[in-house]
């Protein structure tokens, strides 16, 4: 039922070595992360002179799962990671929204790129940086209800 159409979208990204040899067609490729997790500060908004102005925060993800002999009977200690993320929002719409009701503590769902890049530390020493730059944002929840 579904294979036909699969099989299309994976053509477009997928292209025999003969093919890309001998025709001057660009290449399709994809940098998409889906991330589901609880906010881990709220957001900053900063802009450095001369560039767009960028909504960053962190966000947690983690990941569980049953260490020990008998797992099929849910026996053993459950172990967790967690790993944090930075989150940059350029787009204007979305990124004046993420600054106003990301708050830490939510759990939202974030779709974007990954993006690797460099800068310089406070001590002049060159650092490397992994960003997720966000496309869109659902808010599932708002940990910052007031309780009665």
């Known amino acids: 039922m579904f294979r036909r159409p699969v099989l299309q979208v994976l053509h477009q990204f997928v292209r025999h070595e003969s093919e890309i040899a001998s025709s001057l067609v660009l290449e399709r490729s994809l940098n998409r992360v889906q991330l589901l997790g609880r906010v881990g ?17 962190s966000l947690a993800t983690n990941e569980m799962w049953r260490s020990g002999e008998n797992e099929e009977y849910q026996m053993g200690d ?34 974007g790129k990954v993006d690797y890049g460099e800068y310089m530390d406070k001590n ?25």
């Open 41 to 57: 500060q709220d957001p900053v908004l900063r802009q450095a002179e001369g560039k767009n102005p960028v909504t960053i925060f």
């Open 78 to 111: 459950i172990s967790q990671k967690t790993t944090w993320h930075r989150i940059s929002v350029f787009r204007p719409g979305l990124r004046d929204v993420a600054y106003q009701y990301v708050k830490k503590g939510s759990r939202i769902y974030v779709e």
């Open 124 to 148: 002049n020493v060159r650092r490397q940086a992994t960003t997720i730059i966000a496309d869109n944002i659902i808010f599932l929840s708002d940990q910052t209800k007031e309780k009665a």
